[in-house]
């Protein structure tokens, strides 16, 4: 197969630890070719999607006393060469959030590409429809107490009602911007009032889960199937558990309770497009659905010793076929 990736630039990537480069890897290893471009890469000629596109040639990471070493260079590029997006058998979206005007943009380009000739993973509408906090509330029996609102009186009632709540931007990533709420906190409304920008732009706000201390797991679905999961562990400095903000990652299992919030997705999550999603659940509870560019792929690999990018690349295979 042709392969596409439309990714942040390669050199900014870290080959032991994004999930887009293990799924290129795995693609590279069963014999596919892979392409890559950018966002602002991406054109419409003639009602059809384009894309300016490098061949890349990758040198697999090898994981060595529980680590993953990288060679140096990992990949090397060929020229750059235009190309319609429906000559090749999928398209990775893998851009990084926040979901920004741009990246509206760069999925509206992809909906110029016949999804009977090329497979779109995951469906720029779906990615356009699933708001990564907005999208689990549809989910009511997964998801804790949880209200969407700019509304600073609605925030403090649910606050004292609740007791504890952690309060969420609806656009950003990585734990950029959430805060932990408590009622008789003297900066209560200097931080809704920033974060709302003054009763303009809803926010989420969610009853603070104590077992969130035991972490955050993060759950990657396959065509709405669990694959595999990861604990993330906040540094003990921060009471968010994300890597980004220098959270630890463990090992963990799927539970029951947690088989059962993958199990109410899954009809959605494949009616909308969403094929490749990482859930994040806390406590039995969900807490959001991540499907921009969800990561932890590498981290499940090291614990369990899966090989979870040649899931997804086999489950390309047989769509295709």
């Not at 009186?153 to 009602?161: A, P």
Request: overall charge negative.
């Amino acid at each position: 197969m042709k392969l596409a990736f439309i990714i942040d630039p390669i050199h900014q990537l870290d080959p032991c630890h994004d999930t887009s480069v293990a799924l290129m890897e795995a693609a590279h290893i069963l014999g596919h070719e892979i392409w890559i471009t950018q966002a602002n890469q991406l054109s419409v000629v003639e009602g059809k999607a384009w894309a300016l596109l490098e061949k890349v040639e990758l040198i697999p990471v090898e994981l060595v006393e529980e680590r993953y070493q990288a060679a140096n260079p990992w990949y090397n590029l060929s020229n750059r060469t235009a190309m319609s997006l429906e000559t090749l058998d999928a398209v990775f979206m893998r851009t990084d959030p926040p979901v920004t005007v741009p990246y509206l943009y760069a999925t509206y380009i992809l909906d110029y590409i016949d999804q009977n000739k090329t497979l779109v993973i995951n469906s720029p509408s779906g990615i356009r429809a699933a708001n990564e906090k907005m999208y689990a509330l549809q989910f009511t029996k997964a998801i804790p107490e949880t209200i969407v609102t700019a509304d600073k009186l609605l925030i403090r009632q649910f606050v004292e009602v609740q007791g504890r709540a952690v309060l969420k931007p609806l656009g950003n990533k990585a734990g950029e911007g959430i805060l932990f709420l408590e009622g008789g906190d003297r900066n209560f409304n200097s931080m809704v009032e920033l974060s709302t920008l003054q009763g303009r732009v809803p926010v989420m706000v969610q009853t603070y889960l104590p077992e969130a201390k035991d972490g955050d797991k993060r759950i990657i679905l396959l065509n709405g199937e669990p694959i595999g999961a990861l604990n993330r562990l906040s540094s003990g400095s921060d009471f968010r558990n994300n890597m980004a903000t220098g959270g630890t990652v463990a090992q963990t299992d799927i539970t029951p309770r947690e088989h059962e919030i993958c199990a109410q997705l899954a009809d959605t999550l494949r009616k909308d497009g969403l094929i490749f999603v990482g859930i994040d659940v806390i406590g039995g509870y969900l807490t959001e659905v991540n499907v921009t560019s969800p990561t932890g792929v590498r981290e499940i690999d090291r614990f369990d010793g899966t090989r979870l990018g040649h899931q997804v690349i086999q489950w390309v295979e047989q769509a295709k076929k």
